[in-house]
């Protein structure tokens, strides 16, 4: 079935350090990749996303490229910031007109110290 | 933009009982989808509704069940609670038509004593 896996956390950087989480997922169907973010009792917020191979999705300094020859959809930001510290997670969807069921990857808890 | 809403926001319940939660989803949104969280399981796939029709359920136990009113507000029950149901129940609404965003709201906590 689909699925996706992250890179184990947590993930602890100083302010300006560069940032890379990784993601791959299974190559069934034709799904569009996501990457959704959960601040602390929040609910969790779409960072951006990537609908076709090869298509970069960015927003907030944060970028990813999806990648179906290595099904890998890395975050990745050249400078965090300390309002970046949350918890990021991966997701594809089910591909055709599923548009409500995502599956996402276990989470990556980012801390970002000044 | 109201946001996605969630009721209640917290609430405590004892095993064999059952509990109701709502979801009111932004205007002009269509689906309404549930997800579970948990520190062990993460996020996981209850079902989505659209247009009043469930249209896709993940691997939950008959005892998770949903509707979907006419206004598009959404409610889902679980029956004879478990410990293991404890978790953070949260919902996302979207268009439905497309891959568009998930919007979803802050959640309800539930724990099962």
């Known amino acids: 079935g689909d699925s996706v896996t992250q890179m184990e956390g947590p993930v602890t950087l100083s302010e300006e350090a560069f940032l890379t989480i990784n993601c791959t997922y299974t190559?069934?169907?034709?799904?569009?990749l996501f990457w959704y973010v959960q601040y602390p009792g929040e609910g969790l917020q779409l960072l951006l996303k990537?609908?076709?191979?090869?298509d970069k999705g960015s927003n907030k300094g944060f970028e990813a490229t999806y990648r179906k020859e290595t099904t890998s959809f890395h975050l990745e930001k050249g400078s965090v910031q300390v309002s970046d510290s949350a918890v990021y997670f991966c997701?594809?969807?089910?591909?055709?007109?599923?548009?409500?069921?995502?599956?996402f990857g276990q989470g990556t808890i980012l801390t970002v110290h000044p | 933009k109201a946001g996605v809403t969630q009721t209640p926001r917290y609430l405590i319940k004892t095993r064999g009982q059952q509990v109701t939660l709502s979801c009111s989803p932004i205007s002009g949104h269509r689906s309404v989808s549930w997800y579970q969280q948990t520190p062990g399981q993460g996020l996981q796939f209850l079902f989505e509704y659209f247009s009043e029709t469930q249209r896709n359920k993940g691997n939950f136990p008959g005892r998770f069940s949903g509707r979907q009113f006419s206004n598009s507000r959404s409610e889902m029950n679980v029956s004879t609670l478990e410990l293991g149901d404890s978790a953070l129940y949260l919902c996302?609404?979207?268009?439905?038509?497309?891959?568009?965003?998930?919007?979803f709201g802050e959640g309800s906590r539930l724990t099962v004593l």
């Open positions: 996302a609404s979207s268009l439905g038509t497309d891959t568009g965003e998930l919007f």
């Open positions: 997701a594809r969807n089910a591909g055709g007109t599923s548009y409500g069921k995502l599956t």
């Open positions: 190559a069934t169907g034709y799904p569009s």
């Open positions: 990537a609908t076709k191979a090869d």
